[in-house]
């Protein structure tokens, strides 16, 4: 199949592009951001018609949107832009794949909880109370996606690190190796995600859709035009566990200097203090607690998640040294 990866230069889009070098599919990645050296096609996709071209010149069956606009406090006054890029990109994108009844799969985001007091998991049903622009805007995505009534899978996820670009992870492997003290919060709780683990994961998805696809065409001998997929809905995918941002930076540290990672002599000098929320001020409240329940993504497609602090470990790994 032909698939098209949007937001391809950003951390999961990076990610995607090893993974498809395991695949037999041909991938196409495409972004507005052109980095030198990487092969990438120009695509805004806020422009319908252009999504459109896209689809069709390349006969399209499979959209990974990895593309968003991910700034937290800055959306608060973009409030317009951020409803563009993470609302109606996404229905564009929802459109013209419907128009060729291929799949969407949309990446979503934790933060549309965390308004209501939460201290269990959060499952796939459970009704969207974004504290900000940003998780209300994914949300908007989400909803915008489902209306169009394409073949699509929505996955939910959090706390996205990599060794690509800017995340927590480096913020603190850089920060940890510059400054004396660091506080940081521990009154929000998560979970981590290896961005690689969560390209893996759609890369099970793709497989289970091409399968249906091949048993469709081969019971009823039609196009893939006539095709519906059957797992159709929204998805939770993180790591494994439960930790604050304070745990997170803990364990950054800890496997920073086991690793001996560059600067790892004086990561082990600095001394990481738990703080509150309200130590920060910020524009937007973020989510207290918003834990996402994985057990629906892991059943029915059979996408085994590994614990946190374990792809933790291969990312800090990957990065020795840089």
């Given at each position: ?249 803990k364990m950054i540290q800890q496997i920073a200097v086991a690793l001996h990672v560059q600067g ?12 509150h929320s309200n130590e920060f001020p910020s524009p937007v409240t973020r989510p207290s607690y ?33």
């Open positions: 199949m032909n698939i098209l990866v949007t937001g391809a230069n950003g951390q999961l889009g990076n990610e995607m592009r090893i993974v498809a070098k395991d695949s037999a599919d041909k991938y196409f990645f495409s972004d507005v951001n052109q980095v030198e050296g990487v092969e990438t096609i120009y695509l805004d996709i806020t422009d319908l018609d252009a999504v459109r071209k896209m689809v069709a010149d390349h006969d399209i069956n499979i959209i990974v949107n990895c593309a968003a606009y991910t700034n937290v406090d800055a959306a608060e006054t973009n409030e317009l832009l951020a409803e563009k890029l993470n609302a109606v990109a996404p229905e564009n994108l929802a459109k013209a794949i419907k128009e060729v009844n291929g799949l969407l799969i949309q990446i979503s985001t934790d933060y549309v909880f965390g308004k209501e007091p939460y201290n269990v998991p959060c499952k796939e049903d459970q009704q969207g109370t974004p504290t900000g622009v940003y998780g209300l805007t994914k949300l908007h995505g989400e909803l915008r996606i489902a209306a169009t009534g394409c073949n699509h899978v929505i996955i939910r996820t959090a706390w996205l690190y990599s060794e690509f670009g800017r995340n927590f992870c480096k913020t603190m492997l850089q920060l940890t190796a510059t400054k004396p003290q660091l506080k940081v919060v521990f009154d929000q709780v998560g979970t981590p995600t290896y961005a690689l683990d969560l390209a893996k994961a759609i890369a099970v998805i793709v497989e289970d859709y091409k399968s249906e696809v091949r048993s469709s065409l081969a019971a009823h001998r039609s196009q893939l035009t006539a095709h519906g997929y059957s797992k159709s809905g929204i998805y939770h995918f993180s790591n494994e566990g439960v930790c604050s941002w304070y745990d997170f930076t790892s002599s004086l990561m082990a000098q600095c001394d990481v203090q738990p703080c918003s834990v996402l329940d994985k057990t629906k993504i892991k059943e029915v497609f059979g996408v085994q998640v590994p614990y946190w602090t374990d792809s933790l470990k291969q990312c800090i790994a990957n990065l020795r040294g840089c």
